[in-house]
C-alpha cells in the first residue's frame, strides 16, 4: 500500500462548483498534513497545512484532516478557472526529512 | 527576486551522456532537496541536504550523485542517462528539517528542470 494515495482525476467541475479533493495515507505517526497547489510547468506551491486532525480555513479553501481514518481532505469554495491546476497532498515522512505526496488531482474550472 | 531558482529549466540529452542540474536558494534556508516528477506527476524525493550534509537518500541509482558546495547551493550530477531517467527534476529548501522541534518547516520548490532522455 502506497503511503499517500490520491485520485489522479481528471476533475471538471463548472466555475462557483465546490471541489472536494481527497486522500487517504496509511502511517498513523503522520502528523503533518499538506496540500500543494501545480499550475502548469511550475513547481508546487504551498496552499495549506494542517497539524494532526481538526479543520483549517484560508479563504475559499478549507483542510480537513480526520485521522481516525486516515483521510484527508480539500475543500474549495466557489471555484474558480485560475483554481485550475494539480492539487498535491503531502505529509512529512517520521524523521521529518522528506515530504510524501500523493499522486496528485487534475482540477479544472471551466468559465 | 527568485526563491529557488534552478538552471536549466530544460535539457534535452542523449542516453549515455552525462549532465548537471544546479540549483540555488536566496532565502537562507539550512535545507534542500531533489525531488522527481515522473510523467504522471508523481513527485517523490531522491535526495536531502541539511547544512550540506546529505541526510536522506532515497532508493536512486548511483548514477545520480548530489553535491552541495555551501548552504545556498545543491546540484545534482547525473552519469550514463538513461530514458527512464526523463523527468522534471525539482529542487526545493526550508528553514531546517521538515517537522523540527514539532514545527512544521514550509518547503519551497524550485521551477524544475525537465529533462527529455532520447
Known amino acids: 500500500q502506497k503511503e499517500v494515495e490520491q485520485d489522479p482525476g481528471p476533475l471538471s467541475v463548472p466555475e462557483g462548483a465546490i471541489v472536494s479533493l481527497n486522500c487517504t495515507y496509511s502511517?498513523?505517526?503522520?502528523?503533518?498534513f499538506m496540500w500543494y497547489r501545480q499550475y502548469s510547468r511550475k513547481g508546487p506551491e504551498l496552499l495549506m497545512y494542517?497539524?494532526?486532525?481538526g479543520n483549517k480555513e484560508d479563504g475559499r479553501f478549507t483542510a480537513q484532516v480526520d485521522k481516525s481514518s486516515k483521510y484527508i481532505s480539500l475543500f474549495i469554495r466557489d471555484s474558480q478557472p485560475s483554481d485550475s491546476a494539480t492539487y498535491l497532498c503531502?505529509?512529512?515522512?517520521?524523521?521529518?526529512?522528506?515530504?510524501?505526496f500523493g499522486k496528485g488531482t487534475t482540477l479544472s474550472v471551466s468559465s | 527576486d527568485t526563491a529557488v531558482s534552478q538552471t536549466p529549466k530544460y535539457l534535452v540529452t542523449q542516453m549515455g551522456n552525462d549532465k548537471s542540474i544546479k540549483c540555488e536558494q536566496n532565502?537562507?534556508?539550512?535545507?534542500m532537496y531533489w525531488y522527481k516528477q515522473d510523467s504522471k506527476k508523481f513527485l517523490k524525493i531522491m535526495f536531502s541536504?541539511?547544512?550540506?550534509?546529505?541526510?536522506i537518500n532515497e532508493t536512486v541509482p548511483n548514477r545520480f550523485s548530489p553535491k552541495s558546495p555551501d548552504k545556498a547551493h545543491l546540484n545534482l550530477h547525473i552519469n550514463s542517462l538513461e530514458l527512464g531517467d526523463s523527468a522534471v527534476y525539482f529542487c526545493?529548501?526550508?528553514?531546517?528539517?521538515?517537522?523540527?522541534?514539532?514545527?512544521?518547516?514550509?518547503?519551497?520548490f524550485g521551477p524544475g528542470t525537465r529533462l527529455t532522455v532520447t
Open positions: 494542517t497539524y494532526s486532525s
Open positions: 526545493a529548501s526550508s528553514q531546517a528539517r521538515l517537522a523540527s522541534g514539532g514545527r512544521w518547516r514550509e518547503q519551497y
Open positions: 541536504y541539511n547544512n550540506k550534509e546529505l541526510i
Open positions: 532565502l537562507g534556508h539550512d535545507t
Open positions: 502511517n498513523s505517526a503522520f502528523q503533518y
Open positions: 503531502a505529509t512529512n515522512n517520521q524523521a521529518g526529512t522528506a515530504l510524501i
